[in-house]
């Protein structure tokens, strides 16, 4: 796509983006809307990250676009382990409160850019991270721990440790809501190492399905964790689907 294609491109989503009538969507639902080929749907992604650099929009906490509205800074992002956190701004006073529902994913000591409300609600400003411009923590210090088939890593920052299971339970539960709207299971079953550590990774899990399954599909599947041994639950799962497809043929 060359630069005056993507000029008229991001017009056209930018004025669709402001129209009175437009609800805040993600970019699949964008794509519908506008009748965006499956071929051209990697080109609407330039278009949006490209309105999202200019700051023309926003993107909310369920990964919707919506258009801009506030101040926008840099700074870095301290997050504390009730999962809140504070972006420090190089020339600015104070630093800006984000809530934990407006933190988009940062990790502690990212550089992020952030819009600021307008209005101050509280002691300090408030705002909300809509990019995380680069991740501030290549390396992790921390106690290995092994066990019969795998091993990990606690960090000694506790709070870097909740950030990574919120990051991964995070991508599992949007990906487990777009399972659960085309194949409607009555339950997902979690086992393995991962689903050992609980409910770390269960809420963040079970929040983002919450966030983004489809209003029909809430409710009707559960989210279980396995009280199996982890062999035996592969190979009985391994075993149904295959009686499955017997039954088929």
């Not at 993507?6 to 964008?30: G, Q, S």
């Not at 599992?172 to 997902?188: M, T, V, Y």
Request: net charge negative; with cysteine; proline share 2%.
């Amino acid at each position: 796509m060359d630069r005056e294609a993507l000029e008229k491109r991001k017009k056209i989503v930018y004025e669709f983006i402001c129209d009175d009538l437009y609800v805040p969507m993600k970019a699949k639902e964008i794509a519908m809307i506008l009748q965006v080929s499956k071929e051209q749907r990697e080109e609407l992604h330039v278009v949006l990250d490209a309105l999202l650099e200019e700051g023309k929009v926003e993107l909310t906490q369920k990964g919707k676009y919506v258009k801009a509205s506030g101040r926008f800074l840099t700074g870095v992002y301290t997050g504390n382990s009730r999962g809140f956190g504070f972006v420090t701004v190089e020339g600015e006073e104070e630093d800006i409160y984000i809530p934990e529902e407006n933190t988009n994913g940062a990790m502690h000591m990212d550089t992020v850019s952030v819009a600021v409300n307008p209005q101050k609600t509280g002691k300090r400003r408030e705002g909300r991270i809509i990019k995380i411009i680069s991740r501030g923590l290549h390396q992790i210090v921390g106690t290995y721990q092994s066990s019969k088939n795998f091993g990990f890593v606690v960090p000694d920052n506790q709070k870097l440790a909740q950030d990574i299971f919120d990051f991964t339970g995070t991508i599992l539960g949007e990906a487990i809501a777009d399972f659960i709207a085309f194949s409607s299971p009555e339950a997902i079953i979690l086992f393995g190492g991962l689903a050992k550590s609980g409910d770390y990774i269960f809420k963040p899990i079970q929040k983002a399905i919450d966030d983004n399954i489809l209003m029909i599909y809430k409710g009707k599947a559960k989210l279980m964790m396995s009280e199996l041994k982890d062999s035996d639950a592969a190979v009985l799962g391994a075993s149904a689907l295959g009686w499955e497809l017997r039954d088929i043929k």
